[in-house]
């Protein structure tokens, strides 16, 4: 499922966390740079267009002998982490390429399970500057951006004109009141108002942490330190219970991920979801979508303007274990090159790391949301790029949920889940 530049708590929670964790390598001897060619098999998220099946047919037609496979990996992406690190615990060769989630670079090359990639493989100076620090640990480049991006608001502009509200919204109070107005009309009857990711995995961290820091708040400071029990934190967390409560979200949407919410925009069920870029191709197609010709794309609102999205994205990386990793660092140069980008970015719509797609005319006319997303990039915040980052997680994952399905009050469970941070920074 990615600020031009990352801002000091990337680096920060970095030094502070990453010796805690880094002594806990696969185990086995350190693995070895190697020269090897011949086939590979690239782990990777679930090809939803089939444009990444095209790309590594084209590979294949002018390179018999070293010959791609893809292998998908679960679209849940706690799942997927999960299914690469045991691979990589018993320095399986089964993956030569993996598709990485940004905040995962951290783990992945303090255990050793994936090489830094050559100085010049790839053009660092192409790249989007954000997207281009998420692949790095301690200074040197792990693996190559790919897809980067944030999450952004997909509005139905044809009940908002029907209510007479004038563009999405820029707040939360904003969008409520958009809400209220779009029910009293004929075409809002039965649509329910907002929607995000909210089952208990990775997308609600992401969440989560949007709702703070559109409140003026912070899950970690510049030093390293969570900072989950202030005001501003607290009020974040508020608004996810009070639209549960409210009926600002509707009640199922507890169980929401990405393909969940998408589904129920794109067959008419919401006027606004929080979602990433990939939606918008697969919303505006005529076959099965209800929506098509009848959404726009704004930044996601906030406290008191607009808010502050979190920096997604997706790397590639060569595993340690491989053992034709010539072949599969060409590859992973061949995916993240120009030439590629751009024929990728023309089938789909996923916000890829190449900086120039995001001024491309031809690209601005095929995707307008581009200009939107990049004014989202631009204030996006990274996750914390911590070795521990998984547990991290999870403790927002535990007392988040616990906060919205009612189990606890919500300045509790901000003030559990400080202690919980707390103890993973000691």
């Known amino acids: 499922m990615t600020t031009r530049l990352l801002p000091a708590v990337a680096a920060a929670l970095s030094l502070a ?30 090809d939803l267009t089939g444009t990444v099946q095209r790309l590594v047919a084209a590979w294949n037609d002018g390179r018999p002998k070293e010959r791609v496979r893809l292998v998908e990996l679960p679209e849940d992406g706690d799942q997927a982490r999960q299914q690469l690190v045991q691979n990589m615990r018993i320095e399986s060769d089964a993956y030569d390429v993996v598709r990485l989630d940004a905040v995962w ?30 692949g790095k640990y301690r200074g040197r480049l792990y693996a190559a951006p790919w897809l980067t991006g944030t999450g952004v608001l997909y509005y139905r502009e044809d009940l908002l004109a029907e209510a007479r509200v004038k563009g999405p919204p820029k707040t939360w109070a904003e969008l409520r009141d958009a809400c209220a107005k779009v029910r009293r009309t004929p075409g809002g009857r ?54 549960f ?20 925009f794109q067959e008419g ?3 606004f979801h929080r979602n990433w870029a ?16 009848k959404f726009g794309v704004a930044p996601i609102p906030g406290e008191d303007g607009p808010g502050s999205g979190t920096l997604g994205g997706n790397n590639l990386a060569v595993s340690a274990f491989s053992r034709h990793q010539a072949t599969a660092r060409d590859f992973v140069a061949h995916i993240v090159s120009p030439a590629v980008q751009r024929e990728y970015g023309r089938a789909q719509s996923f916000p890829l790391s190449l900086a120039a797609l995001y001024g491309d005319p031809e690209m601005i006319k ?5 200009p939107v997303l990049r004014q989202g990039m631009d204030k996006a915040r990274p996750r914390p790029v911590v070795v521990r980052y998984s547990e991290v997680s999870a403790a927002v994952q535990e007392h988040v949920t616990a906060a919205l399905t009612g189990k606890k009050p919500a300045d509790q469970a901000s003030e559990d889940l400080q202690r919980a941070l707390a103890a993973l920074a000691d």
Do not use: M
Not at 247 to 262: C, L, Q, Y
């Open 278 to 293: 990939y939606v918008y191709a697969l919303a505006a197609g005529k076959d099965g979508s209800e929506v098509a010709g």
């Open 190 to 243: 039965g649509v329910d108002c907002y929607a995000g990711q909210y089952g208990k995995y990775e997308g609600l961290t992401v969440n989560y942490s949007e709702a703070v820091q559109s409140a003026g708040g912070e899950v970690f400071d510049s030093s390293g330190r969570p900072r989950v029990d202030t005001p501003q934190a607290k009020a974040g967390l508020r608004f996810l219970v009070d639209a």
């Open 366 to 370: 095929r995707y307008p949301y581009l």
């Open 17 to 46: 966390l990453a010796a805690a964790a880094c002594g806990g390598s696969s185990g086995g001897s350190s693995p070895a740079r190697n020269d090897g060619r011949g086939p590979i098999t690239v782990a990777t998220g679930k």
């Open 269 to 271: 069920h919401l006027v």
């Open 105 to 134: 670079t951290a783990e992945f090359a303090a255990r050793r399970w994936i090489l830094p990639l050559p100085d010049g493989l790839v053009d660092a100076s192409s790249f989007v500057p954000a997207a281009l620090e998420t």
């Open 245 to 264: 409560r409210n009926g600002t979200v509707p009640r199922k949407a507890i169980t929401f991920k990405e393909e969940e919410g998408r589904r129920a």
